[in-house]
């Protein structure tokens, strides 16, 4: 059964960095594009970032320029690597599975979400 555990999330101060690990498991992730959501407290989930099995990315607006995805398709990883991190960025951080079809599709495979807390 195909499973993707995330990781690296924590504690931060504003202007911090941080950088999650997404590992897949139980199937070969190379040819899904994979996304990376963030549900606040309350809120509703946004995708913030994504990337297709060629490499090409894309961005919500609020993470342009701070976030970048990566991904090492023979590791069956993708990263997101945040920088210049504000409050507003606190939230639960999970990698998708998905496809691009005029724009991110997810699939129904999640992992468990990481917490990134941005605070003094």
């Known amino acids: 059964q195909a499973r993707l555990v995330e990781s690296g999330g924590g504690l931060v101060q504003p202007g911090g960095s941080l950088r999650l690990s997404c590992e897949g498991s139980g199937g070969d992730f190379r040819n899904y594009a994979m996304g990376w959501y963030r549900q606040g407290h309350g809120g509703q989930r946004e995708l913030v970032a994504s990337i297709t099995s060629g490499g090409y990315t894309n961005y919500a607006n609020s993470v342009k320029g701070r976030f970048s995805i990566s991904r090492d398709s023979a590791a069956n990883a993708v990263y997101l690597q945040m920088n210049s991190l504000k409050p507003e960025d606190t939230a639960n951080y999970s990698c998708?599975?998905?496809?691009?079809?005029?724009?991110?599709?997810?699939?129904?495979?999640w992992g468990q979400g990481t917490q990134v807390t941005v605070s003094f």
């Open positions: 998708n599975a998905g496809r691009y079809n005029n724009g991110y599709i997810p699939y129904d495979i």
